[in-house]
């Protein structure tokens, strides 16, 4: 008799998850990847990976997330909500929690247990989700783990919003400019996360009793559960701790497989090639900005006309002006004669962090070496802390 499986697949907005369950619930396979957008690869490959073990058994299989609806439609299986999903796995192997949140990398969730189960879950919003934190820790110029690491050393933790990543990105940038500490910047980011959760899904309803964390988010950076703990003023055995946290939407839905219909593993396969290829109706697109290559040339000339010229700076006798403009996110430095002539300019990023000057000074000594002096400096930037004198 053939080995039955019970497969979950949790398809999310960044990464995808895989839970093989055998019949007495155990994990015989899991699977945890980022898609970087491209769902088709990513889940064609995935199950390329597992096709030796379910090739050879009689599959029951369930998919959730906020991508995999049609997915579950291509290959003719059941679809299962994410919460309840993840509501059936708690159930099943923290039977004793009371709270559980959980965060993906575009929702949140809070699943309150007693008499009742009460399930909430973000809407159209991602802030303060996965993505949250990666377009932070993009701002900082490293990633999520990176981001964890500096927050390890903080000492200060600023207010940050956290309902949207542009909101956001107006509290960071300013304290980047006036020089605070990445590490500071890092466990902020954390605390705004936790922030978002507690007010804008448990709403005033207090967090008590036994908490789990689930979710990657949760499962990869130990610094936003700490912040958890602290804020919520949890005791040492009120945090739960469970194993494969990540993975407990995609086990919820394995778990839930039980109820669908036995399913013939090559028969999965065919369906494969189907998976997220709707059709696209493109007689609304818009017009191309040039129809030709001829058309596109001439507008490159006509702008290249109207190109500041260049003069060599060794050949310039005339006293020299030199303006800094120290941005957000770059820096630009132009040079100009008595005339009005451009004779040195620089653009480019400063990397996230605004005050090191480091790169204005070197550009500077790289202008001094060939021009003896310069007559006056004017500097804008977008944080007062940035003085450069030099006469």
């Known amino acids: 008799m053939n080995r039955r499986l019970n497969v979950g697949l949790d398809v999310g907005s960044t990464t995808v998850k895989m839970i093989v369950l055998d019949e007495e619930d155990i994990i015989v396979f899991k699977d945890y990847r980022r898609h970087f957008s491209d769902i088709k690869k990513t889940v ?18 369930m998919v959730t997330g906020s991508a995999g609806l049609s997915l579950a439609e291509s290959l003719g299986v059941k679809f299962i909500q994410e919460v309840v999903a993840c509501t059936k796995a708690i159930k099943k192997y923290a039977l004793d929690t009371d709270v559980a949140i959980e965060l993906g990398g575009e929702d949140a969730k809070i699943m309150y247990f007693g008499t009742t189960v009460e399930q909430r879950m973000n809407g159209t919003c991602a802030g303060g ?69 507690i007010s804008g899904l448990a709403c005033g309803k207090p967090i008590r009793g036994k908490v789990a964390f689930l979710g990657g988010p949760l499962s990869f950076l130990p610094e936003l559960k700490k912040r958890f703990e602290i804020t919520l003023n949890l005791g040492v055995n009120e945090s739960v701790t469970l194993d494969h946290t990540q993975y407990f939407v995609a086990l919820g839905a394995a778990l839930s497989s039980k109820t669908s219909e036995d399913m013939d593993p090559h028969c999965l396969y065919d369906r494969m090639p189907s998976i997220y290829c709707e059709s696209r109706d493109t007689s609304d697109l818009s017009e191309p900005l040039f129809k030709s290559e001829e058309a596109y040339a001439e507008f490159v000339a006509r702008h290249e006309k109207h190109k500041v010229k260049r003069f060599p700076i060794e050949d310039v006798s005339d006293p020299t002006y030199l303006g800094i403009d120290a941005g957000s996110t770059t820096t630009k430095i132009a040079l100009i004669d008595d005339q009005k002539r451009l004779i040195f300019s620089h653009y480019g990023s400063n990397e996230g962090d605004p005050l090191r000057i480091g790169v204005t ?30 006469r």
């Open 44 to 61: 064609t490959e995935l199950f390329e990976d597992v096709h030796e073990l379910l090739s050879s058994a009689t599959l029951k299989f």
């Open 129 to 197: 989700t996965g993505s949250f934190i990666d377009q932070m820790s993009s701002l900082l110029r490293t990633d999520a783990l990176g981001l964890n690491n500096l927050a390890q050393n903080h000492k200060e933790i600023y207010p940050i919003a956290s309902r949207c990543g542009v909101f956001a990105k107006t509290d960071v940038q300013p304290l980047l400019n006036e020089g605070a500490s990445k590490e500071d910047i890092a466990a902020s980011v954390l605390q705004a996360v936790v922030n978002q959760t």
């Open 361 to 390: 000074k070197m550009l500077l000594s790289e202008i001094l070496e060939k021009k003896d002096e310069i007559h006056k400096i004017v500097q804008k930037n977008k944080g007062n802390q940035v003085k450069v004198e030099m």
